[in-house]
Every structure is written in C-alpha cells, then in structure tokens.
C-alpha cells in the first residue's frame, strides 16, 4: 500500500522514525516493512566547532524566508545560506594494519590471523570432550587435523560440493578428499564438534541465548577490527544466515532469499567488502519489552571505534537524532529513500539546517524518494539525464557493501546442512574468514595473480591445500585409490627429502664438517638443500627419485 506524505509530513517521518524492536513468540520473529517506503540518512565527520554548533539549533530563526516547520519543532530552510561547511575528518590510512602486514606470506598465514591457534585449541578440547561422551570408539583430534577438517570444507565450497559424499568417490571423487581422511572421521567430527562445555559452563552464560557460540564468536570477534582500517565510506546492514531448525532467536525477513535464519549486524568496508565487525540479533531478553530505538543503538555499537567515516545504511536504522549524535562523533550516515507525494519527474527540492540536509528526488511519476544527509550541505544535482541529487548517487555506491560479502560467501560458501544453528553460525564464520583473509592478502601483495579474473577461487584453493597437507603427510595407512594413495605418497616423500635429504656435492673449497666435533677434517661435500659443509659419516644418500 502506498503511502502520501507532504513535505512537513515527510519531515516528521525522518525525526520521529520508528525503529522499536519487533515482538516476538519466541521462536520466530518477523521483520518486514512497507515495500513503498524507503529511506536513508547521512551524517557526517566535522570540525569540533561544527559538532558543537549542531547541538542546539536556534529556533527563533528569521522568517523572512519560508520555513518548514516538524511536529518536534525543528526548522528547515529551502535555502543553505545558514547551513555549515562541511569539513572532513582525517581516517586511519585503509588497508592492512601493520601487525597484519608483518605477518601475511601466504593465504595460510592470512587465514591463521583471523582463526588463530586460540580457537583451534578450543575446538580441539570441547569437541574431544564431547567426542569421549558420545563416541565409545572416539580417538582425540589434535590441532593438524582440525586444521584438516577446514580445509576439506573450504575445498568442499569451491568444488560446490559441500552436501556431497561423492568427492570421497573411488572413480568419481577428487582425490585429495579420500587422501587427506575418510568421509566417515568427516562426519563425526561434524557430528562431535562443540565451543563450549554446557555442563561446566560459568553462570554469567546461563543466561546467555548465545553461550553455545559464544566463547569462540567473542574470540574471533576481537580479530576483525585488529587487521584492517577501513576506507572513509563504510556500511551498517544486516546478514541472514540461513537456517530452518529450531532456535529460538530465529529470523523471518521475507525480502532475504533464506528468508528464515540467524541475523546479524555487519560494518563492512565498502571498497573491499572486508566484515570490521559482526553483531549477531539474539532477539529481546525474556521478560522484557521490545527495544526501543533499536537501530540508533546497533548503529551506536557497530561504528564504535570508527571517527571520520561515512556510514552508510537502510532505513531501519535512519533517524536524525542519529544522524545528530554521529555528528558529534565525527561520523557520517549518508541517507535511505521515503515515499512521499507525487511530482513532476526528475524535480528536487531541498531543505536545510545548520548541520543537515534533506532533499525530496522524483525519480518518476507517483513516486519520491526522500534523503536525509549531513555530509552533503549543498543542492547539488547530477548534470546527466536522470538530474539525481549527488545524495542518491552517493548512497548507491555506498549501500551494497554487506550485500557483496553475502554475495562473496554465497558463491563459494563451506555450509552444510545441519539442524544445529552454532555449526550454522561456524561455517558463516570460516566463510567470512575466508573473504577477509583473501581481501589481507591481495592487500598486502597486490601483485598475486593480478592477471587472474578469478583470484578468489585460486586463493580458496590454495588455502584449503595448505591446510590439509600436514595431516596428508603423517597418514599411517595409504588410501585404498591409487590417485590418493600417490598424493599421500608425494606429500610424505618431500616431507622426508625436506627433514633428512643430503647429498654429496663438491664445493669449491674444502672446510670442515659441521656436525663433526674434530674440526680439522677437511672434506668439499656440502647439503643439496641448506649448502652447510657435511662428511661421510653424517650424510644420507638418496637416489633421483627419491629426492
């Protein structure tokens, strides 16, 4: 149904939004809004003398020219004469930090910032805990085969095959599936993996609807905004992870294609789509009213830590007493879209405040768009065909950043089905972790595979190589296929030429031998691989094939 608002009307909708928390039964709550009313807002990093100015406006203004005037008593002017500069802010240089830096040499190193050795300890020491209770044939995981199961589910996701057992196939299946473990260990360990221990689990987490998810979630958390400073454009939006099981903080959101699932608030960087920090919606405590301005304070939260960036979101978020306390945090919340009353296509009008700017855009007949922004202090209007306020161009570049990281996981993404929503919420986790260590890496060496189309692919892939092949190098016992079996073979062989692997090569020189406590025997051989000095006696032969 749509809906008609007059300028004054139109106005009142931005400074009175309702953003209240949805109530719910406690199983599945319903977030949908009125397809014809869209909005956004915009506020923005100022000079400390323009966030002072902006918390009081003067409401005796002059009359000589017209006013609109909202139910809260706020005045805007058809003109900027009295409107402020705008003044940016200075960020953080984008990119990697220098922690990340220092440490980034290869996709491993990259994804081992982010899922560090901390939460595979974790894992390791919950799911062995619940593996001895519910296995009686259970053998204890170690971190190389943890490390394992990653990346036979990262290789899953990029072969598209995450759901299938025929990649353990003996003619039809990849080899490197069946020589790094048996589908079966796969999928108990799937069965047996656990973050937490639910009968020692302290009391402040009883409470918790998070608490199954919540020590390894807070963990990986705390990493995100530690490697990378985002650009100046950043985005506030959430993210469905699709789920249909049982949980009591599910999510309704018939505009999503999972349509029911887990929420989460995403600040995301809107040049590289890197997630800076996540917020997962647990929904309303029991007992309690629903939130009350809800999306000021995700807002709040999500850009805590962020001074001098512009953040952009939807309408559920908008308000302007937001857009006035980001204002004063040196911050930016360019505007989301509002029906309003109908006019000639094309046409604009505009109204000011001192910090703030809110223009009505008929883009065509029977229907407005109205934003509200306080970077933008000017009426400017683009000089092609469509005449759009810069306002609307701004914010569609700026809008789609968290629906390109869904995009990114969405096209390669490690989920399996599952009727446990915390192994939901961890392949979204190793997905996500995925994209912002692919995002560090070409980062920090923007050469790699730069003449590649498909950078991400190659990335996931070597990524997931790297993480199986310490577990492919100790197997004990050789695949039953002769492709596995001779990729096993491989894998070990170099790790004994890497450990032991000498062979006698003449040097120019004769010195003595490294190893031997006489230092007066002279011999010319050196290593193959390291160049030291070595005799006879302290030196293996290989042959050809064997090196």
Not at 84 to 110: C, E, F, W
Not at 498 to 510: C, I, L, N, P, V
């Amino acid at each position: 149904m749509k809906k008609t608002y007059t300028t004054t009307e139109a106005i009142d909708y931005l400074t009175e939004p309702t953003d209240s928390e949805p109530e719910s039964d406690g199983s599945v709550t319903e977030s949908a809004s009125d397809d014809d009313v869209e909005f956004q807002l915009t506020s923005d990093s100022n000079s400390s003398s323009d966030s002072t100015q902006s918390e009081e406006l003067d409401d005796t203004q002059e009359t000589a020219d017209p006013m609109w005037t909202s139910k809260n008593g706020l005045h805007w002017s058809p003109t900027n004469a009295k409107t402020l500069r705008y003044v940016p802010a200075k960020v953080l240089r984008p990119g990697p930090t220098h922690y990340a830096t220092a440490r980034i040499v290869d996709p491993r190193s990259a994804f081992q910032l982010l899922f560090t050795e901390e939460m595979v300890k974790l894992i390791v020491d919950r799911t062995n805990l619940q593996g001895r209770r519910s296995e009686t044939d259970w053998i204890n995981v170690d971190a190389t085969e943890v490390e394992a199961y990653l990346g036979v589910l990262i290789l899953a996701g990029v072969y598209k095959s995450r759901n299938e057992s025929t990649q353990w196939d003996d003619h039809t299946g990849r080899p490197i599936f069946r020589a790094t473990m048996p589908h079966r260990n796969l999928q108990k360990f799937i069965s047996n993996v656990r973050f937490d221990d639910r009968l020692t689990r302290p009391g402040h987490y009883r409470d918790d609807k998070l608490a199954a998810f919540r020590p390894i979630w807070d963990k990986w958390l705390y990493r995100l905004p530690l490697l990378f400073n985002p650009g100046v454009d950043v985005c506030v939006d959430e993210q469905l992870v699709g789920f249909r099981g049982r949980c009591i903080f599910r999510q309704y959101i018939p505009s999503k294609p999972a349509k029911y699932g887990i929420k989460i608030w995403v600040t995301s960087d809107v040049s590289t789509s890197y997630a800076w920090k996540m917020q997962i919606y647990a929904g309303k405590s029991a007992g309690c009213a629903p939130e009350v301005k809800q999306g000021q304070r995700v807002v709040r939260d999500m850009t805590d830590g962020l001074e001098g960036h512009t953040v952009t979101t939807d309408n559920f978020f908008t308000s302007y007493a937001l857009a006035e306390e980001l204002l004063k945090k040196k911050k930016e919340l360019p505007p989301h879209l509002l029906q309003t009353r109908a006019r000639a296509p094309r046409s604009s009008e505009f109204a000011f405040r001192k910090t703030t700017t809110a223009v009505s855009y008929v883009p065509k007949r029977g229907k407005n768009l109205l934003l509200l922004s306080t970077k933008h202090r000017e009426p400017a209007v683009s000089g092609e065909e469509h005449q759009k306020p810069v306002m609307i161009m701004d914010y569609n570049r700026c809008k789609g950043a968290v629906d390109s990281l869904d995009k990114g996981v969405g096209a390669y993404s490690c989920k399996r089905k599952t009727s446990r929503w915390p192994m939901t919420l961890f392949y979204n986790l190793i997905d996500v972790s995925a994209i912002n260590a692919f995002v560090l890496r070409v980062a920090v060496d923007p050469s790699w595979n730069q003449e590649k189309t498909f950078k991400r692919r190659l990335f996931l892939e070597e990524l997931g190589r790297m993480l199986v092949y310490p577990q492919m190098k100790r197997r004990e016992r050789l695949p039953c296929t002769p492709a596995a079996a001779a990729m096993v073979q491989s894998q070990q062989r170099a790790e004994n030429s890497e450990a032991s692997g000498s062979a006698d090569t003449h040097g120019k020189r004769r010195r003595g031998c490294s190893f031997c406590t006489n230092k007066r025997r002279k011999i010319s051989t050196t290593c193959s691989k390291c160049g030291i000095y070595i005799c006879k006696e302290h030196a293996l032969q290989f042959c050809s094939s064997c090196k």
